[in-house]
């Protein structure tokens, strides 16, 4: 037999629960009808999913040349290109693709307007590269126009885009390694001694190319 106490804390349990539910009815109730609207545009951009990349950096942007070994049938200015770096994080690279890195400089233009000095006698003389897979290797010497060649057809200067580093591989079958390859080059700048004093510049441009067999 139930007793009176606990009837009425049962009532009231019960008299609560409605209570619940009515607050949870009211809470749920039908908005009125809106007075008006305005829509936004909601926009995302989302990137392709990449395979790593293929990339060229250079420690610098400047370097500056300096008179050395000048004679008295020529004047000479060296110096080094900053450190360049080619680094591959690709993970996938189809068989038979290579890359290289060119270089190509402009005549060296005077800031006072006396007469530019020739692209053609500035050269370089790439630095060897340690690579332990024998696939990357450094571009040849290529020398001022004014110097005795030192290999075959090599006394062009820097007129066009020739090789500094470069991915050898053996065959159309071969497939690019991932990996990061800094090298620079030793530069050299013959003149005239008649040459005009005064301050020059030039813009050498490294280019990173890819082909493939």
Known sequence: MISKGAALRTAAGVIGGLMLVGVGSAAFAAYPDAEGSSDVDVNVDIAEVQNGALSLTVANTET??????STAEYRQFTGTLPDVT???TRSDVAAGAYWYVTGQAGDFVGTAGQPSIPASQLGWTPADIADGSGEVASGGEVVPASDTATLPGNNTGLVSGEDM???ALD???AKAVQGSW???AALKLKTPVTVAPGSYSSLLTLSLFEDSY
């Open 171 to 173: 065959s159309a079958d």
């Open 86 to 88: 080619v680094t591959d």
């Open 165 to 167: 580093l470069y991915l």
């Open 64 to 69: 500056t040349l300096t008179e050395t070994g």
């Open 182 to 184: 800094t090298t620079n």
